[in-house]
């Protein structure tokens, strides 16, 4: 069998199995370029431009001012992925905020991360693109009424299950759907610009006329608004969850960020003219479905083409997170964070598959009792919680690490704009208007001590453990792998 190696040296027995000629499993570096930038615009562009528009424009007032804060997501979204490529090309592992956390802070809070991230961040956020896909796709069989919750919930957990079965399959089909679906959902952005465009052309420019009147200034709701903005632009930091699998990963994580990130902020940007070319303010916040809408009084009889779109880039959406998701559990699992049927790779496909199938078993008992709006925002909290944390580790680096070696240097205001941003959107919600969900979650963060120190620290695992996971290694044909030294 293959040893797993928890460090980065190669031990005895690893060193005397490649001497017998026996190739060491690790997943396959399969992701180039274009799959790199699939990756980042394809789960960047899901449901959020089709469902925040209406409460980005709710908790600002007025439309110039939803504009503002679309651009400025835009920006930070950009200033965190370049500080977190250079942070992969100092620390070449897969992982995302997990293994800089751990590189950088130690075991301790990067457990609190991975306890966090595997049991409710990642499948909460998951569970939220696939209800909206879901919601959307189930539409046109229900017109002139809403759809029954069962039949979402049960679409939903169909989609999970689907994506479930192409990820454990084979890398390649991962991506290769995330490329086309990546195609299709920016045609369908296009539509919707070119349709925005002509109508301003034509004159329809009453939203823009006193464009700041009744605009909001208030802390806690331009940081509610940034929450549903960011959620839009979520999956920029994507890309360093699979850097183990990129090729060339010192060159294609900058570029691959350089090119997505600016043309999905400019798309949304172009987007949210569009709709508000079609419809007044007030139009926009009725709206249960913002494109749904702007197709009805744009498209007329081909409005279907719009519910297909979006249904589309959700699928395509939740794939890219799925993707990347299961990789937190692998890699933490890898550390000796999570069970170690979590870090083994399946023999034949080479994929994480135990890990995979661990999210989406969560994320299905998320579907059960799911709420957009509420995913949204506790979501958002806790991930510019651990970016802050993150962006600081980054800092860390610069100002006492120097000396490291890395192929790309992002400017040093940057990061420190970013941990301004992540400051400021953990705490104005809090200090402006607190909710006892906000208790809860920092609650269920620092539960994660409980099982820290006797399962991790001091190593007390049941003797039961060591047996179940015999068991489910052969019945799901897995192995550990290992990882390259960098």
């Given amino acids: 069998s293959t040893m797993r190696k928890r460090k980065t040296t190669d031990s005895p027995r690893s060193s005397a199995d490649l001497s017998e000629g026996k190739e060491k499993l690790r997943l396959k570096q399969e992701v180039g370029l274009i799959s790199s930038v699939s990756l980042i615009a394809g789960t960047m562009i899901g449901s959020g431009i089709f469902m925040s528009p209406e409460w980005v424009l709710h908790h600002m007032g007025s439309p110039a001012s939803s504009l503002l804060i679309w651009a400025a997501c835009g920006l930070l979204a950009m200033f965190g992925a370049l500080s977190y490529a250079e942070l992969g090309t100092i620390i070449k592992e897969s992982g995302g905020e997990y293994i800089y956390i751990l590189r950088i ?23 939220a693109v696939c209800l909206s896909f879901a919601e959307y796709a189930v539409a046109p069989f229900y017109p002139g009424c809403s759809s029954p919750q069962v039949v979402i919930k049960c679409t939903a957990a169909a989609c999970i299950l689907l994506l479930t079965i192409i990820n454990c399959l084979n890398v390649k089909l991962a991506t290769s759907i995330m490329n086309i679906f990546t195609a299709a959902k920016l045609l369908a952005l296009l539509v919707i610009v070119v349709g925005g465009l002509v109508l301003l052309a034509k004159g329809q420019t009453q939203s823009f006329q006193n464009a700041f009147q009744n605009t909001t200034a208030g802390i806690g709701a331009v940081g509610v608004a940034f929450y549903q903005g960011l959620w839009s632009y979520d999956g920029w930091n994507n890309l360093n969850y699979v850097t183990e699998e990129l090729k060339k990963p010192e060159v294609t994580l900058p570029r691959a960020v350089m090119i997505a990130i600016p043309l999905v902020t400019c798309l949304y940007l172009l987007v949210n003219v569009s709709y508000l070319a079609a419809m007044t303010p007030s139009e926009l916040l009725s709206s249960g479905a913002v494109a749904v809408t702007w197709g009805d009084k744009v498209l007329g009889s081909w409005a279907w083409l719009i519910s297909l779109s979006v249904a589309l880039s959700t699928f395509g959406s939740s794939n890219g997170t799925f993707f990347s998701g299961g990789r937190v559990c692998y890699i933490a699992a890898r ?6 049927i979590l870090s083994m790779a399946h023999v034949r496909c080479l994929t994480p598959s135990p890990a995979l199938l661990f999210t989406s078993g969560m994320s299905l008992i998320m579907i059960i009792s799911g709420s957009f709006t509420s995913i949204v925002n506790f979501f958002s909290f806790i991930a510019w919680f651990f970016y802050g944390m993150t962006i600081s580790g980054l800092l860390y680096l610069k100002i006492k690490k120097p000396e490291l ?15 301004i941003a992540a400051v400021y959107l953990v705490l104005a919600p809090i200090i402006d208007q607190p909710q006892l969900e906000i208790l809860y979650i920092v609650l269920f963060i620092f539960s994660g001590v409980i099982l820290y120190f006797p399962l991790v620290r001091f190593k007390c695992h049941p003797c039961f453990l060591q047996r179940v996971t015999l068991h489910l290694q052969l019945l799901l044909e897995v192995a550990p792998t290992t990882r390259d030294a960098n």
């Fill in 335 to 340: 550390e000796g964070h999570m069970p170690d």
């Fill in 405 to 419: 070696p890395r192929s790309y240097k992002v400017p040093i205001i940057i990061p420190i704009i970013v941990l």
């Fill in 105 to 127: 802070f130690g075991s301790f809070p990067a457990f609190l991360f991975a306890y966090t991230s595997v049991i409710l961040v990642r499948p909460a956020g998951l569970a």
